[in-house]
């Protein structure tokens, strides 16, 4: 949610901004809508207070009339109840047509972050150098030939875009989970183990509805009247997890982690660079969080950022950097930079983690502050986010980045121990 008082203040500055993700003509209208609202709301308020302190005084001269045993000049307190409750169900409703409004607006991009769609993204590092690989197998083949995906099965069992980690497919995918838990916790997150099942709450603080409503897995209004669905994310449920808090100011940044299979509603890709576990309904991602101070939020996302990156550089694995533009972002984030492995069989980049600052978006939404020592008044924090890794395509980027010309493909070393090997060799 954006600040109104901004918007009050320099709407020039939120819509140049906003220009970047959104058609100008489409800004201005929401704004010209916000703005009226805002002063048919403040007008409303302004009456009620006014409504309230006539009732007061009347109610003193009343009482007062009654006392000296006088014919009061002024009706029972009743009478003025109507009008009252009438301007206050009407300001209810100017409150939900602005917050519907306002809650559709993307957050602000920051300064550094362009315009464009994914045509804008822009590389800012490179790790490593791609392998030579003289023939190259994709990962649906190799898993196949190693006996570490059962595709067939998944579908059997929860239809397309769904898959079966079987043998040392499952233990592969185990061990780099519980690689990520242990680095996490080094680093000083706390892990969290949230529910699946999060309320529509939770959705609509991480600025995950109501634009995004239809893209998760919700129960039915019968079995959950409250609203609940299946997480997209387990930033959804760490976010929620503090709402309506106020943070102590001395434990900032706050930082916490969290493993979580993510359901959702997306068609799993046909094409050559989408097959086998490179996109689907379901997957595992370890998700690593900060709630921080405005002034700290640089220091977080360049820390989380190198954090998550070494994860990946610890595996052995070439990748990039990519400053994402407006267009490619989430709506929630004022800047997201993504971290791409190299699939060789396709010659492309995948995405196994964005790394994002939301500002006081997020937190405004999800009433999440902090107090300054000794003060009273309580400001919004500042939230921050990253995939740590997301496995799906880390999995398939270790398979054809490492493969071997005999089929087999070599183990990370920092995995070696865990998994008892050094190689996975067809069966």
């Keep these: 949610m954006l600040d109104m008082e901004l918007i009050r203040k320099d709407r020039e500055a939120v819509a140049t901004a906003l220009a970047k993700r959104l058609d100008p003509a489409e800004v201005n209208r929401a704004l010209d809508e916000i703005q009226r609202l805002d002063q048919e709301r403040r007008a409303l308020i302004s009456g009620i207070d006014g409504e309230r302190q006539r009732r007061k005084a009347e109610a003193r001269a009343y009482a007062a009339a009654k006392r000296a045993g006088t014919e009061p000049e002024v009706s029972a307190p009743e009478a003025g109840r109507k009008q009252l409750a009438e301007l206050e169900s009407e300001l209810d409703e100017v409150q939900a047509r602005l917050r519907g409004v306002m809650s559709e607006l993307p957050n602000l991009p920051a300064d550094d972050v362009v315009p464009g769609g994914k045509e804008a993204n822009r590389i800012v590092r490179v790790f490593g150098e791609p392998p030579t690989i003289e023939k190259v197998r994709d990962h649906v083949e190799l898993s196949r030939m190693l006996g570490l995906v059962d595709h067939e099965r998944g579908v059997k069992l929860g239809g397309s875009g769904f898959w079966m980690y079987t043998g040392m497919g499952a233990r592969l995918e185990w061990a780099l989970l519980n690689f990520f838990v242990d680095e996490h916790i080094r680093a000083g997150y706390e892990f969290l183990l949230p529910p699946h099942l999060l309320l529509d709450t939770a959705g609509f603080a991480a600025g995950q509805f109501p634009k995004f409503y239809d893209d998760v897995y919700h129960l039915d209004r019968e079995s959950a009247p409250r609203g609940q669905f299946l997480l997209p994310t387990s930033e959804t449920a760490i976010l929620g997890a503090y709402q309506d808090e106020i943070l102590e100011t001395a434990k900032l940044p706050l930082k916490a982690f969290a493993y979580t299979p993510c359901y959702r509603r997306e068609a799993a890709g046909s094409h050559s660079d989408e097959r086998g576990t490179v996109r689907g309904h379901?997957?595992?991602?370890?998700?690593?969080?900060?709630?921080?101070?405005?002034?700290?939020?640089?220091?977080?996302?360049?820390?989380?950022?190198?954090?998550?990156?070494?994860?990946?550089?610890?595996?052995?694995?070439?990748?990039?950097?990519?400053?994402?533009?407006?267009?490619d972002a989430s709506a929630s984030m004022r800047k997201t930079l993504d971290i791409e492995v190299w699939m060789p069989s396709t010659g492309k980049y995948k995405e196994v983690s964005s790394v994002s600052w939301a500002g006081d978006y997020q937190a405004r939404r999800a009433a999440i502050r902090y107090r300054e020592p000794g003060g009273k008044q309580t400001r919004f924090v500042h939230t921050l986010n990253g995939s740590a890794l997301a496995t799906s395509r880390l999995f398939p980027a270790i398979l054809e980045q490492f493969q071997q010309p005999d089929g087999s493909v070599l183990v990370p070393e920092v995995l070696q121990a865990r998994l008892g090997t050094d190689r996975l060799t067809p069966r």
């Design 282 to 327: 379901q997957f595992n991602k370890v998700e690593i969080f900060q709630f921080c101070l405005p002034d700290q939020a640089d220091a977080a996302l360049e820390e989380m950022l190198l954090h998550a990156e070494g994860l990946v550089e610890k595996l052995g694995l070439h990748y990039q950097r990519s400053l994402l533009s407006a267009g």
